[in-house]
Every structure is written in C-alpha cells, then in structure tokens.
C-alpha cells in the first residue's frame, strides 16, 4: 500500500503562484512512476506532469514551462510549482502512483490516489 496526501490548494488569481505539496508513505519505491493529475469540474482527469523519483519528469504542454517539479527524496515529499496560472488550470489536483514504465498519462494506469486538493484560479 502506498499513501499519499496533497495539500497546498487554494484560491488565487490570474498570474499568481502556488506550490502543492505530495507526500508519500508506505511501500514506495524509487521505481514508481508517480504523477500530478488535475481534473476540472465535468471534464475528465488530465495528467499535468508525469515523472519519476530520479529525476525523469513529463510534462503536459499546456503547462510547460509554467509547471515545475521538484522533489525531497529524503522526506518522500514531492511539490509541484504552479506559475502563471490560468483560469483554465483551476480543478482538483491528484498526486498518484503507478508501476507502469515511465513516462504514462493514462489515469488507469495508476493504483495509488491522493484524497485531492482544489485549485480554483479567479479571472
């Protein structure tokens, strides 16, 4: 079993900044591949960044050089730093695991979720 808790949503505005946080415990490994996920209201889960606790990291273009993930290895913790964000980024943002190969944006591929943390960017 793998846990994992995100915090760091809220609401901001157009062009602001925020940074979520994951934090992993349990049986994880540094082979996981894990990912951030992102899922507005009546649309389906989009995968905002795939990556890997080595360093391999894939972005989705809509947020490429917007969004940037950095990692604690020693405390399992990984973040996801949010910049110039857009009305279109607001949703609920998942943090989740997977043993499938790196890199995979397919939400069923991943076993493990997060509970979520809301994101909501004002025009």
């Known amino acids: 079993q793998v846990q994992l808790v995100e915090s760091g949503g809220g609401l901001v505005r157009a062009g602001d900044s925020l940074r979520l946080s994951c934090a992993a415990s349990?049986?994880?490994?540094?082979?996981?591949?894990m990912g951030w996920f992102r899922q507005a209201a009546g649309k389906e889960r989009e995968c905002v960044v795939s990556f890997r606790w080595n360093g391999m990291t894939a972005y989705a273009d809509s947020v490429k050089g917007r969004f940037t993930i950095s990692r604690d290895n020693a405390r399992n913790t990984v973040y996801l730093q949010m910049n110039s964000l857009e009305p279109e980024d607001t949703g609920v943002y998942y943090c989740?695991?997977?043993?499938?190969?790196?890199?995979?944006?397919?939400?069923?591929?991943?076993?493990?979720w997060g509970q979520g943390t809301q994101v909501t960017v004002s025009s």
């Open positions: 989740a695991s997977s043993t499938v190969r790196f890199p995979t944006k397919v939400p069923s591929d991943y076993i493990y």
């Open positions: 349990g049986r994880t490994s540094t082979t996981d591949t």
